[in-house]
């Protein structure tokens, strides 16, 4: 079983800036794509930023220049460095991960329990 903990939300003047951190644990072979998706109150949840494992990354027009999504390998962990906030960035953030277990053929989409990000204006 794998499991995503989230950690890093909070709240935050505009203007400021959060790093939220995704640690993958539990009986793990590979990791592949890790991101980050966020969902805001009467929205659909939306991708933010994924990183694949050999580093390539992909991000949502609203956040380019402003986000950074990294990841550390040997550790199973994703982070997403935001800058700039802005009031629209208000969401609960979620982890997500493509990940294959000793026991497992494929891969599986796993999800984490979400971290509030409030910014006030």
């Known amino acids: 079983q794998v499991q995503l903990v989230e950690s890093g939300g909070g709240l935050v003047q505009a203007g400021g800036s959060l790093r939220l951190s995704c640690a993958a644990s539990g009986s793990i072979f590979s990791v592949n794509v890790m991101g980050w998706y966020r969902q805001a109150p009467g929205k659909q949840r939306e991708l933010v930023a994924d990183i694949s494992g050999g580093g390539g990354t992909n991000y949502a027009d609203s956040v380019k220049g402003r986000f950074t999504i990294s990841r550390d390998n040997a550790r199973n962990t994703v982070y997403l460095q935001m800058n700039s906030l802005k009031p629209e960035d208000t969401a609960v953030y979620y982890c997500?991960?493509?990940?294959?277990?000793?026991?497992?053929?494929?891969?599986?989409?796993?999800w984490g329990q979400g971290t509030l990000v409030t910014v006030s204006s």
């Open positions: 997500n991960a493509d990940v294959r277990t000793f026991v497992s053929i494929r891969y599986l989409e796993v």
